[in-house]
């Protein structure tokens, strides 16, 4: 046998030999990284996870992290409010009102971050509001520590609130706060300069972002009708 | 004519398996939470290992209630599809899915960090009738991967949301697990397992001036943008 015929008998195996080699610098590539990872020190997502979960967890992963620690939280809850009408009724205070200024602290022996919104209350729609300002209360924030760490609980699904916007908001009482009935689904920003309704709602099929094709004057009568109407 | 038949064959093979199942089944909950995923992140990390084609996860022994215990066990009954099994951890040893006692969350699940908070107002409905099984559950749906659906959708799964938004009255019309969810949650958990099984999801975050800036691996900057800016958008 020749050398040519030779060449020829392995030329169908050349594509597999090309895969096999493919195969093995992947394999070679993903080692290393892994071996690179194990020699930093840097530590696994799970390692961080375990570690947030306990008292002064955030702080801790922060540390454990190099200095940041950033979680992420999906949560949403079990309920749904169907339409204005539920929301209303679900709520103890029903308040247009501007943001004032936001603090986040730690809750839950360190494992959380809450944000407290102080609003400016400018037209209560329903419930009895003694004082000018409501304090809300929404998971989720930002906390920097006192040795130069950081940690954020980012809530995808509960936008946060803007300092010096308005907003049309549907609040349950908590302990000496308020928060927001059903999350996300409870706030609605009103623009009346740009004069659009934007809710909050972040899943596509919730009804309650049908919302923002009225007017705020449009979408603010609406709301008071709604509550006149229960109220009566 | 041949061609044009041909042609219609394959589009309704492309069609067809991704519009049944759409109006059918739960869905899968979007990529970038399914690669934050605390089920997966423990995969990925070696945590959790196959056996004999089950993973097994734990779960905190000292769970809120008898729901708890009940709607795992109902997951346990779909083991065989699933490939996930939950059992409760031993004493001393750290559970993979925790319970928190949070207010104003009637009851909701965290898939990132495998949590399940609760709340007195949720408690306080326990036993009551089945639906706070039912409630536990769902959440359980979450952390395999499943997404939300509308209240009231025909035929009733157990990602169906309930209403109203009043936790000590809201209901599903969900009233068990269906082999149709069960299917949707093998399906998004494989997504879990195998979506960025060989990457690493870890980002570098740091914050200048009120901005948060992220980058990749490396250091290279990749998108830097406001917090305050933030929306649903």
Known sequence: MNISTQRMRLFPLCPLMLVALLCLLFASQVTAQQAADAGSGKPSAADLMFTARHTDGLHKAAILNNGFYVQHDYSRPWMQAQSLEDLASASDLVILGTVQSERSELVRDGTGIETHYAIQVDRILKGAQPQGVVDVVHHGGKVAFDDGTAAVVETPNQPVLLKGHRYALFLMNGEGHFRSVGEAQGTFEVDQNANWVHPHATLSFDPLRKYSKLTPDQFIAQVQTIVNRETR | ?233
């Open chain 2, 1 to 233: 004519m041949n061609r044009a038949l041909s042609g219609i064959l394959f589009a309704l093979s492309i069609l067809v398996p991704w519009t049944v199942p759409y109006s059918a089944s739960a869905q899968c909950l979007p990529s970038s939470d399914l690669v934050n995923s605390g089920l997966g992140t423990l995969i990925r990390s070696g945590d959790v290992t196959q056996q004999n084609g089950v993973y097994t996860f734990t779960y905190a022994s000292g769970v809120p209630s008898s729901a708890f215990t009940e709607a795992f066990n109902d997951w346990n009954d779909y083991t065989s599809v699933t490939g996930v099994k939950f059992v409760p951890a031993a004493a001393g040893q750290n559970p993979d899915i925790t319970f928190t006692n949070s207010p104003g969350m009637c009851i909701a699940a965290n898939p990132g960090t495998l949590d399940i908070a609760y709340d007195s107002v949720f408690l306080s409905r326990n036993n009551s009738n089945d639906q706070s099984t039912i409630a536990v559950a769902h959440e359980i749906g979450h952390l395999l991967g499943l997404q939300d659906k509308p209240p009231n959708t025909s035929p009733a799964g157990i990602m169906d949301q309930a209403t109203p938004a009043v936790c000590a009255t809201a209901t599903s019309n969900a009233d068990q697990i269906t082999d149709s969810d069960a299917d949707s949650a093998t399906g998004c958990f494989q997504n879990e397992v195998t979506k960025c099984k060989n990457c690493d999801s870890r980002r570098y975050r740091w914050i200048f001036e009120d901005q948060i800036f992220e980058a990749e691996q490396g250091w290279e900057l990749k998108k830097p943008w406001e917090v305050a800016k933030r929306s649903n958008q």
